[in-house]
Nanobody, 129 residues
């Protein structure tokens, strides 16, 4: 069974950086070949929102406007791992960050959570002012 495991969250001051990692487990003996992997986040009292995604084969990327120029998503195919480098962090980036993946096209847009079949349990990112 495919599982996504996030790591790298924590507490950081505004202006600082963190790198989140998401490793895929449960695919022993074969490489996991998702169509897309990405990140969502959910702040207290707010709805879950799309942050970034990467198309596995083309390595094309998309970001929500609020993180463009500050966050970078990347992937390591050999390690079945996706990363989110977060720079110039702001207090409004505070949230639980979820790794997501889908293995095929869906009718949903890239920012619609319903389009992602696999979800990690989340990692907390807290940015202090």
């Amino acid at each position: 069974q495919v599982q996504l495991v996030e790591s790298g969250g924590g507490l950081v001051q505004a202006g600082g950086s963190l790198r989140l990692s998401c490793s895929v487990s449960g695919v022993s003996g074969r490489t996991f070949s998702p169509y897309t992997m990405g990140w969502f986040r959910q702040a207290p009292g707010k709805e879950r929102e799309f942050v970034a995604r990467i198309v596995w084969r083309s390595i094309s990327t998309n970001y929500t406007d609020s993180v463009k120029g500050r966050f970078t998503i990347s992937r390591d195919n050999a390690k079945n791992t996706v990363y989110l480098q977060m720079n110039s962090l702001k207090p409004e980036d505070t949230a639980v960050y979820y790794c997501v993946a889908r293995t095929q096209l869906t009718p949903y847009t890239i920012s619609d959570a319903r389009g992602y079949k696999y979800w990690g349990s989340g990692t907390q990112v807290t940015v202090s002012s």
